[in-house]
T-cell receptor, first 113, second 115 residues
Framework: GAGVSQSPRYKVAKRGQDVALRCDPI?????LFWYQQALGQGPEFLTY????????KSGLPSDRFFAERPEGSVSTLKIQRTQQEDSAVYLC???????????FGQGTRLTVV | AQSVTQLGSHVSVSEGALVLLRCNYS??????LFWYVQYPNQGLQLLLK??????LVKGINGFEAEFKKSETSFHLTKPSAHMSDAAEYFC?????????????FGTGTQLKVEL
C-alpha cells in the first residue's frame, strides 16, 4: 500500500477484555515499530521488529502486552485483560534499511471503559 | 540513554509572525534528530531530519532547524506562520547505531496560530 495502515482506527474495550491491533507496514519495509501515545504526551517506544524477529521489546509495559510479526510483514499488538491505564493511541511505524525516516500510521485509539 | 526536552507545551503566535519551537536533547552518541508534526486524529508526519553534514536543515512547509552540538539543541523555526501550521509538534532523537532507529520523543508543543 501507499502508507502504513492501522486497524481499527478506534476501539472501545471493557476492562478485562483482550484486544488486538493490526499494523500493515509499507511494502518492503523490514523495520516495524510500535509506540504508545497517552493523552497529551509524546509517543513512547514499545517494541521493534526487523522482519519477523522481535529485536527489542524493552518498552512493553507489562506481560499483558504481546506483539508478533510472524511473516515479516503485518504485525499485531495484543493486549490481554485491558486496564484503564492502557487507554492511549497506539502508533505503528515502518522504515527501510536505507532510510532513517520512519513512516507512521494514523494510529488506533484504544479506550478502556 | 537518550532524552528530549521541549520547552513550552503551548506556543501561540500571530499569523505572519516568526515560529520558534525549542528542543534540547541528551544523547551519549552522535544523534539523529527529527521534527514531526501531528494534526488532530492523525499520525506523525516528518517535517525534517538531521543525520550528518550541514547543521541547518530545511524541511517541508517552510520549516527549518539548526543542529547546535555545543548547545545540544535542535530548535524549529519558520519565518512566517500560517493558519495551517496549527498542530502539535514533536522533537525526537535516535542513535546512529542499531535498534532500527528507535525514536525517543519529547512531550510535544501545541502551536496555535491567531489572526
Amino acid at each position: 500500500g501507499a502508507g502504513v495502515s492501522q486497524s481499527p482506527r478506534y476501539k472501545v474495550a471493557k476492562r478485562g477484555q483482550d484486544v488486538a491491533l493490526r499494523c500493515d507496514p509499507i511494502s518492503g519495509h523490514v523495520s516495524l515499530f510500535w509506540y504508545q501515545q497517552a493523552l497529551g504526551q509524546g509517543p513512547e517506544f514499545l517494541t521493534y521488529f526487523q522482519n519477523e524477529a522481535q529485536l527489542d521489546k524493552s518498552g512493553l509495559p507489562s506481560d499483558r502486552f504481546f506483539a508478533e510479526r510472524p511473516e515479516g510483514s503485518v504485525s499485531t499488538l495484543k493486549i490481554q485483560r485491558t486496564q484503564q491505564e492502557d487507554s492511549a493511541v497506539y502508533l505503528c511505524a515502518s522504515s527501510s534499511p536505507r532510510n532513517t525516516e520512519a513512516f507512521f500510521g494514523q494510529g488506533t485509539r484504544l479506550t478502556v471503559v | 540513554a537518550q532524552s528530549v526536552t521541549q520547552l513550552g507545551s503551548h506556543v501561540s503566535v500571530s499569523e505572519g509572525a516568526l515560529v520558534l519551537l525549542r528542543c534540547n536533547y541528551s544523547s551519549s552518541v552522535p544523534p539523529y534528530l527529527f521534527w514531526y508534526v501531528q494534526y488532530p486524529n492523525q499520525g506523525l508526519q516528518l517535517l525534517l531530519k538531521y543525520t550528518t553534514g550541514a547543521t541547518l536543515v530545511k524541511g517541508i512547509n517552510g520549516f527549518e532547524a539548526e543542529f547546535k552540538k555545543s548547545e545540544t539543541s535542535f530548535h524549529l523555526t519558520k519565518p512566517s506562520a500560517h493558519m495551517s501550521d496549527a498542530a502539535e509538534y514533536f522533537c525526537a532523537v535516535s542513535d546512529q547505531g542499531g535498534g532500527g532507529n528507535k525514536l525517543t520523543f519529547g512531550t510535544g508543543t501545541q502551536l496555535k496560530v491567531e489572526l
